[in-house]
């Protein structure tokens, strides 16, 4: 089925892309670190993104090369890498667990900015993981247990269920990690930043890992 017309934006007009580039000028490529110049931006996100600053998309691959993508959370980053939880049952963990490769893209719709991340992935320590699953809210540590995430669930009721039985479970005791529940840390090789210009004259900056350190270069859009 074709969309109506429409239903699909229209592109912006001279006037809003004049508007926007105004308001848009000042130079943003300017740390020769990858990590430290996405700190500044997440900065920059955290004070106007409405929602979730640190949502990223997860992209993996299963057996078959056949590409997945999801919005995850990120949850702590520094040159080590950049750290997410699941269910290690879930699509993702199980994808990561067969190919341990991915790509992570931030877009930031308010500051008009994007943040590609491409690297190799590995198990973040179990007392870290530990340490996280500890900081979040009960009722969420219980949810960790009770779901058997990615798999056929047979109706909203069974898994309100499974909550009830595992609340009931830990009472008011300790709930702790599962084991089948941890993190991963993206080891990043490939950063791109983008930042929207007018007339889709974007700017685009690759820092690339080597041998020597990281190397940049800039993109046509």
């Known amino acids: 089925m074709t969309a109506k017309k429409d ?12 508007a926007a580039a105004d308001a848009n000028e000042a130079e943003i490529f300017d740390k020769a670190n990858p990590y430290a110049l996405f700190g500044d931006w997440l900065a920059d996100a955290k004070a106007k993104e409405i929602n979730d600053p640190n949502a990223m998309a997860l ?17 702590g980053f520094d040159e080590n890498g950049f750290v997410f ?4 049952d879930s699509a993702k ?57 990615s798999r056929p669930l047979e109706s909203r009721f069974a898994l309100e269920k499974a909550v009830a039985r595992e609340a009931a479970k830990f009472g008011l005791g300790a709930v702790p990690r599962p084991d089948f529940w941890s993190g991963f840390r993206l080891n990043p090789l490939h950063f791109e930043f983008w930042r ?3 007339f889709r004259l974007h ?10 350190g990281w190397a940049t270069q800039r993109l046509y859009p």
Not at 203 to 212: H, I, M, Q, T
């Open 7 to 18: 239903q699909i934006p229209p592109s912006p007009s001279a006037e809003e892309y004049q």
């Open 59 to 75: 992209a993996t691959a299963d057996t078959d090369g056949l590409p997945d993508v999801r919005m995850v959370l990120l949850k």
């Open 85 to 88: 939880y699941t269910n290690l």
């Open 93 to 149: 963990g199980r994808q990561l667990a067969d190919n341990p490769k991915a790509a992570l893209c931030f877009h930031w719709k308010s500051l008009r900015r994007q943040v590609r991340i491409r690297g190799t992935v590995s198990p973040v320590d179990p007392d870290e993981a530990d340490a996280y699953f500890a900081s979040r809210a009960r009722d969420s540590r219980i949810g960790a247990w009770a779901s058997k995430q």
């Open 196 to 198: 929207d210009r007018p």
């Open 203 to 212: 700017d685009r900056l690759v820092f690339e890992r080597g041998e020597a």
